[in-house]
């Protein structure tokens, strides 16, 4: 098969919870229950074939019913995205102080997650995985794979689509292209009960 007329491999990254923040500041409860491989089709050129939709998360320790949900979401996107890998960071407790009134309270923080999504693009840059990649982030913490995949490997492109009310512009620039996802994609997409009212995942 000749170069004009091979299929360009695609990868897309999605940072699970820049996502669904991004979603819920923007739209409050519509969109949450998403199909993320339908989502990630949507970015593809002519030419352009999915290999893989690689999604970033961790399981919440919420007890108001927000993790029952998210694991139905999760077995839903299993059962009917067969593009799709998920990995899994964790939450681990952490205890802050207010600078206010210096009384402490506990919160949770997500861990894991932007080292997964960074050796994920990099393992898959090194193992020659994909021609074009899509990262589905606005965290500017992501910048330094980006920019690694940008100044060694020229035969690749590294795109940003950026979550709702989520762009930066660090992790931006440094990417060959980007674009926000808009309300109008997401109204154009087949997803899993996208009218969903009762929270989402």
Known sequence: ???CTQKQRVIVYIDGYNLYYGLRTAFGNRYKWLDL???????????????KVKYFTAITKSTTGSKQRQEIYLKALQAHCNKLEIHYGRF????????????????LEEKKTDVNIACQILNDTYLNCYDICYLVSGDS?????????????SDKRALVAYPPRRKSVE???IADGWFAISEQKLKALYGFQTDRRDGGP
Do not use: W, Y
Not at 96 to 106: F, L, S, T, V, Y
């Open 37 to 51: 491989q339908a989502l990630s089709e949507s970015f593809l050129k002519p030419g352009g074939e999915l290999v």
């Open 1 to 3: 098969m000749s170069n």
């Open 141 to 153: 913490d992501l910048t330094p794979p980006v920019q690694i995949v940008k100044e060694n490997h």
């Open 171 to 173: 992790l931006c620039g």
């Open 92 to 107: 681990l407790s952490k205890t802050k102080r207010c600078r206010a009134c210096g009384a402490e309270h506990n919160m």
